[in-house]
């Protein structure tokens, strides 16, 4: 079954600060999805990948998609406090039942 | 429009009774997923609804099962509660299915004790 493995776990970075999150899968990427919680609360979509190479952006957030490394980036530039939350992955496996990785819970300290 | 709403929002059970959670989507959306979030196995997909039918089905005990009327709003209900089902449940809604078009619920925090 496929598996997505995010790192790191947790992040603490100052206020202002570039950062980055790495997905990486154990098989072969069809569409990669990233999405937002906030403790305790539902999911926020953020982007959707689907080709290899692709890039996308949402406001100071960016990501992308690298087919040969089975793996995705989420790189937020000039980090705020209100990017601070718990970063998912998603994936469709071969079900296009959706998996998701174990979360990258990132901390904005002012 | 109205987000998804969930009731309850919170809940506590003992082991063995048997619990129903509801999810009513955003008006006009058809489809009505379910997901567990657990700290110790992370967010699993639990099942999908499509206009009233079973459109796919996670890897859970057949105590975990579901359903969707024909407004779309949607139950799940949990029989004999484990220790194990204490959860976040989240419940999500979209108008064809497509992940990047759902929408997610506030969540169900159920405590099995």
């Known amino acids: 079954s496929q598996e997505l493995e995010q790192s790191p776990q947790s992040l603490i970075v100052q206020e202002g600060k570039n950062l980055t999150i790495n997905c990486t899968s154990s098989?072969?990427?069809?569409?990669l999805y990233w999405y937002k919680q906030k403790y305790g609360e539902g999911l926020i979509f953020l982007m959707m990948?689907?080709?290899?190479?692709e890039e996308k952006s949402h406001e100071k957030i960016t990501a992308k998609l690298d087919e040969k490394k089975q793996q995705s980036s989420l790189h937020i530039t000039a980090s705020q406090p209100s990017h601070a939350g718990i970063y998912l992955c998603?994936?469709?496996?071969?079900?296009?039942?959706?998996?998701f990785g174990q979360g990258t819970r990132l901390t904005i300290n002012p | 429009k109205a987000g998804v709403t969930q009731t309850p929002r919170y809940l506590i059970k003992t082991r063995g009774q048997q619990v129903t959670l509801s999810c009513s989507p955003i008006?006009?959306?058809?489809?009505v997923s379910w997901y567990q979030q657990t700290p110790g196995q992370g967010l699993q997909f639990l099942f999908e609804?499509?206009?009233?039918?079973?459109?796919n089905k996670g890897n859970f005990p057949g105590r975990f099962s579901g359903r969707q009327f024909s407004n779309s709003r949607s139950e799940m209900n949990v029989s004999t509660l484990e220790l194990g089902d204490s959860a976040l449940y989240l419940c999500?809604?979209?108008?064809?299915?497509?992940?990047?078009?759902?929408?997610f619920g506030p969540g169900t925090r159920l405590l099995v004790l």
């Open positions: 999500a809604s979209s108008d064809s299915g497509r992940k990047e078009t759902q929408y």
């Open positions: 098989k072969t990427l069809y569409g």
């Open positions: 990948l689907q080709k290899g190479g």
């Open positions: 998603g994936a469709d496996d071969e079900a296009q039942k959706l998996v």
């Open positions: 008006s006009g959306h058809r489809s």
């Open positions: 609804y499509f206009s009233e039918t079973q459109r």
